[in-house]
C-alpha cells in the first residue's frame, strides 16, 4: 500500500510539472489584465458617479441657500409694506427677485383672511400725495448724504462744457417756471420731473404750484386746506383747462320747402358746432360756426383772433354750497376802431350800430370717463341786447331744451407748444 501511495504521489508530482504550458501562462497574464482594466474602469466610474453627486449635492445646497436669503428678503419687504414704507418694501422685492425671480410662487407665508381688506383701507387712507411726501423726503434725503454740497443733478459723462448742475437753484426754478410759462402748461413740467431726482424735487417747489393755484382761483385760494398740499389742490379742485378747446356738437333735421310741384318736400340735417377756448389770466373766446375743428381750432390759440364770429369776454368760476363748480362767462363781440376817412362827395360814413349785444352764459363743471373737468354743460344763456339812444336793456333767455350739448374738452398740444411770459 505505501508503494502505491508513493506511486501515485510521483503520478501526480509528474501532472504538477507538465502543467507549465507556455499558452497557459499567456492565457492567465491576459485574463489578469483584463481583469484589472474591468476593475479600474469600475473605479473611475464609480468616482465619477461621486463627484457628479457631491456637485449636485452642493449645487442644491446653494440653491436652498439662495431661496432662503430670498425668501427672507420678501418676507421682509412684505412687512415693509405693511407697515407703509412703500419706496424700501420695493427695494428687498427687487433685492429677493434678483435672486430668486419666482420667489412669489415659492414661498408659503400665512396670508390673514382680511389682508386684501386691510390693503384697500391702506390704500384709501394713504393716496398719492402721501406717497410723493414720502418719496421727496427719500430723495432729498439721498441727496444730502451723496456729499456735504449737494448739486440739483450729477452729469452722466465728463464734458468740457458747463453742465446745468452748476447753475444755482434759483436760476433752474425760474426755467422751470418758464417750462410752466403763463399758459399754464404742467403736463410739461411732470415731463421735466422724469430727468432726474434733482428735477424731480424742483418739480415739486410748493412756490411753483402756489403761484398756478393762484393764476386760476386768485384770491379764493389762500387757504390750504382740505387740500395736503398746493400740487393736490391744483390737480383735485374743479377748474377748466387751459391747454385745449371745450367743442360742442349740435345737430338735427329741418324740413325744407316744398317743391314747386309739389311732388316731394325735401329734408336738410343741419350740423354745427359751438367753441369754448379759456385763458389763464380770465379771458374766454366763445364761437358758434358749421365749421369743423379742423378749421377752427388752430385759430384760436391767441387772444387776438381775428374771427369775424368769435365773442370775446372774460369768465369766473364759482363753488357752490351745493359743491357744484359752474363757470360764468360774459362775451360780445369785439369793438372795431373807426379809422377817419378824409371825406368827399364819394364817402359814405358807416352807421354805427344802435345796439349792443352782450351775451351771458352759465355751465356745470364735472368730470366724465377717465378724464377730469371736461365736459361743461348748459344751465343758463340769454343775449342782453342795450340800445345806446335809451340806454334800455332788454334780456332774452335762451330755451335749453332743445339743441344745447354739453361741451367736452379736447386738449391741443400747438396751444403750449410757444410761451411768452413765465410764470
Not at 211 to 219: E, N
Not at 260 to 283: I, K, M, S, T
Not at 375 to 399: M, N, P, R
Amino acid at each position: 500500500m505505501a508503494k502505491e501511495n508513493a506511486d501515485i504521489g510521483g503520478m501526480v508530482e509528474d501532472e504538477d510539472e507538465g502543467s507549465d504550458d507556455p499558452n497557459l501562462e499567456v492565457h492567465l497574464k491576459a485574463f489578469r489584465a483584463q481583469w484589472m482594466s474591468e476593475l479600474k474602469v469600475s473605479s473611475g466610474a464609480s468616482e465619477m458617479s461621486n463627484r457628479l453627486m457631491r456637485a449636485q449635492g452642493r449645487k442644491k445646497t446653494q440653491e436652498v441657500a439662495q431661496e432662503e436669503k430670498a425668501t427672507e428678503l420678501f418676507l421682509r419687504a412684505v412687512e415693509e409694506e405693511q407697515n407703509g414704507a412703500v419706496y424700501e418694501a420695493i427695494k428687498f422685492y427687487r433685492m429677493a427677485m434678483q435672486i430668486v425671480p419666482d420667489i412669489e410662487f415659492k414661498i408659503n407665508y400665512s396670508r390673514p383672511p382680511d389682508a386684501d381688506q386691510d390693503g384697500r383701507n391702506y390704500m384709501q387712507d394713504n393716496d398719492g400725495d402721501g406717497e410723493i411726501e414720502d418719496l421727496l423726503s427719500y430723495l432729498e434725503q439721498e441727496l444730502t448724504l451723496e456729499s456735504s454740497f449737494p448739486k440739483i443733478c450729477i452729469p452722466e459723462m465728463d464734458k468740457t462744457d458747463v453742465h446745468i448742475s452748476a447753475l444755482p437753484r434759483e436760476v433752474l426754478m425760474y426755467i422751470f417756471r418758464w417750462v410752466v410759462s403763463s399758459n399754464l402748461d404742467m403736463r410739461a413740467l411732470e415731463q421735466l420731473s422724469l430727468v432726474c431726482r434733482g428735477f424731480y424735487i424742483c418739480a415739486r417747489d410748493p412756490g411753483l404750484w402756489h403761484s398756478a393755484c393762484v393764476r386760476v382761483w386768485g384770491r379764493n385760494c389762500t387757504k390750504l386746506p382740505p387740500f395736503k398740499s398746493w400740487r393736490d389742490m391744483f390737480l383735485q379742485r374743479p377748474r377748466v383747462r387751459f391747454d385745449g378747446v371745450y367743442i360742442s356738437k349740435t345737430s338735427y333735421i329741418r324740413q325744407g320747402e316744398q317743391s314747386l310741384d309739389a311732388f316731394y318736400r325735401p329734408w336738410h340735417n343741419v350740423e354745427y358746432y359751438r367753441y369754448l377756448r379759456f385763458f389763464p389770466d380770465g379771458q374766454v373766446i366763445m364761437m358758434t360756426t358749421p365749421e369743423d375743428p379742423l378749421t377752427i381750432v388752430p385759430c384760436l390759440n391767441h387772444h387776438n383772433s381775428r374771427i369775424d364770429s368769435a365773442l370775446f369776454g372774460h369768465f369766473r368760476l364759482s363753488q357752490e354750497t351745493d359743491n357744484q363748480t359752474k363757470v360764468f362767462a360774459v362775451c360780445k363781440k369785439r369793438e372795431e376802431k373807426v379809422t377817419e376817412i378824409p371825406r368827399n362827395r364819394y364817402y359814405r360814413q358807416n352807421q354805427t350800430p344802435e345796439a349792443e349785444h352782450t351775451f351771458h352764459v352759465g355751465l356745470h363743471l364735472s368730470s366724465g370717463g377717465v378724464h377730469r373737468f371736461n365736459k361743461l354743460a348748459w344751465f343758463h344763456h340769454s343775449c342782453h341786447i342795450t340800445y345806446k339812444q335809451t340806454g334800455e336793456t332788454v334780456v332774452t333767455a335762451f330755451d335749453l331744451k332743445r339743441k344745447y350739448t354739453p361741451f367736452h374738452f379736447v386738449r391741443v398740444k400747438s396751444y403750449t407748444a410757444f410761451c411768452e411770459q413765465p410764470l
